[in-house]
């Protein structure tokens, strides 16, 4: 392994390792209750946080569509750079069906029993994300040995939160991801194009977190849709971004192929 790929193996454990640090000298990080007291609570043909409910169908579409494109290419015997690569699809798409189902059960009846439903399908979505960036930037070979580890630790963290009450593990999964992403976008070579698509997706995460955070202060300021409704909107249009790069994008010629 040269120097240039041990850079961004090297920053990865060091940011892992301050997160580790801080939550350990932060302490216990329990759930909010007042997480699950939404800002728009209007009922739409009996659906109670309609809106929150389903704005969730722009998170099942490119899910939909990320699948139906999966399972074309394996009829068209469409070639990948590696073996493992429609697996990551499948897990990317799949967690983002699973995901809108169950935000939708969530925002139907807010609670900490429904909220771990929807974080667990949320892990499997980040899993598939950093798994393709891997492949991508990395190493596809490496990217199929971390999948799995990777999956099976993130709903770990979600049920050690559900069962135990701290949300550490949880967030340093959930902050961990993007890092990684980040780290290998920047020190990573690239074996596709559009690469680009990856930041302007994590641009629109990043300003469906910024919408969660301010759900209440949101609806009280536009009067139509709460910050939580746009969150779904803008994460929906960050996940139809990366299905749409996926769909269009062409090998490099230095493909990575280990």
């Known amino acids: ?22 939550s350990l000298w932060y302490g216990r990080i329990e759930q909010p209750q007042s997480y699950h007291q939404f800002g728009d609570t209007r009922t739409l043909l009996g659906i109670p946080n309609a809106f929150d409910v389903l704005s969730n169908l722009t998170i099942l579409a490119p899910g939909l569509l990320g699948l139906a494109l999966v399972y074309d290419r394996r009829k068209t015997e469409y070639r990948y750079h590696h073996r493992f690569e429609p697996m990551i699809l499948a897990t990317l798409f799949g967690g983002m069906v699973i995901t809108a189902f169950g935000s939708m059960w969530f925002h139907q009846s807010p609670s900490d029993a429904t909220l771990v ?9 980040m899993t598939g994300y950093c798994s393709l960036v891997v492949a991508d930037r990395f190493s596809p070979s490496v990217a199929q040995r971390m999948h799995f580890p990777l999956l099976i630790f993130g709903l770990l963290t979600v049920l050690f939160w559900y069962f135990n009450g701290d949300l550490r593990p949880y967030l340093l999964f959930k ?16 074996s596709y ?4 698509d990856y930041l302007l997706s994590m641009f629109f995460f990043l300003v469906a977190s910024i919408l969660e955070y301010g759900d209440i202060i949101v609806f009280d300021a536009l009067g139509i849709l709460s910050g939580h409704t746009l969150k779904h909107l803008t994460a929906g249009i960050g996940l139809y971004w990366i299905m749409r790069m996926i769909s ?8 990575i192929q280990a």
């Not at 790929?5 to 301050?18: E, H, N, S, V, Y």
């Not at 439903?117 to 979505?125: E, K």
């Open 117 to 125: 439903w929807d974080r667990l399908a949320m892990t499997i979505i």
């Open 193 to 196: 194009d559009r690469a680009g």
């Open 248 to 255: 269009g994008r062409q090998a490099k010629a230095n493909a």
């Open 1 to 22: 392994m040269s120097f240039e790929q041990k850079i961004p193996i090297r920053i990865f454990i060091a940011t892992t390792a301050l997160l580790v640090l801080v």
């Open 175 to 190: 902050f961990q991801a993007p890092i990684l992403v980040v780290i290998l976008l920047f020190w990573g070579e690239e």
